[in-house]
C-alpha cells in the first residue's frame, strides 16, 4: 500500500480545486491506499470552527473533512507557524491536528510515496 499526502494550500472556498482535491482524496482513501493531509498556509482555514459558507452559496468543506474518519483518513498534518500567522490555534478548529514545524515540513514530506500539491 502507498502512502499518499495531500497538501491544501488554499483557503476555503476559494474555487473548485479545493472541492476537486477533496474529492481525489475520498477517492484515493476508498480504495484503501493510506492517505494523510498536511494544511499549510490558508489552508489552515478549511477546518476553522465558524463557517457560514452556505451564506454565500459555498459547499461546506469542514462537513467533508469531518467525514474523513469514515475513509480511514485520521492524519491531518499542519504547519505551527501557518496556524500563527493566522491568529488560530488547534483548538480553534473541527479535527484534531498534528503540528509540525516549517522546518520539519520536508522531512515530513518524505515519508510518503506520493505528494500532491494544491
Known amino acids: 500500500m502507498k502512502r499518499y499526502l495531500f497538501v491544501l494550500r488554499k483557503p476555503p472556498h476559494s474555487g473548485a480545486q479545493v472541492q476537486e482535491m477533496l474529492d481525489i482524496i ?9 492517505v494523510s493531509i498536511l494544511l499549510l498556509d490558508d489552508g489552515v482555514f478549511q477546518l476553522k ?6 451564506v454565500a452559496g459555498m459547499k461546506d468543506t469542514a462537513s467533508i473533512f469531518k467525514a474523513l474518519e469514515i475513509y480511514d483518513v485520521n492524519d491531518i498534518y499542519t504547519e ?4 500563527q500567522e493566522r491568529g ?14 516549517r522546518k ?3 522531512g ?11
Open 49 to 54: 470552527n465558524g463557517q457560514n459558507p452556505e
Open 26 to 34: 475520498l477517492i484515493t482513501a476508498a480504495f484503501d491506499q493510506h
Open 80 to 83: 505551527v507557524e501557518s496556524l
Open 104 to 106: 520539519d515540513i520536508a
Open 88 to 101: 488560530l490555534k488547534p483548538g480553534d478548529l473541527c479535527l484534531p491536528v498534528q503540528e509540525f514545524y
Open 108 to 118: 515530513l514530506m518524505k515519508r510518503f510515496d506520493v505528494v500532491f500539491a494544491g
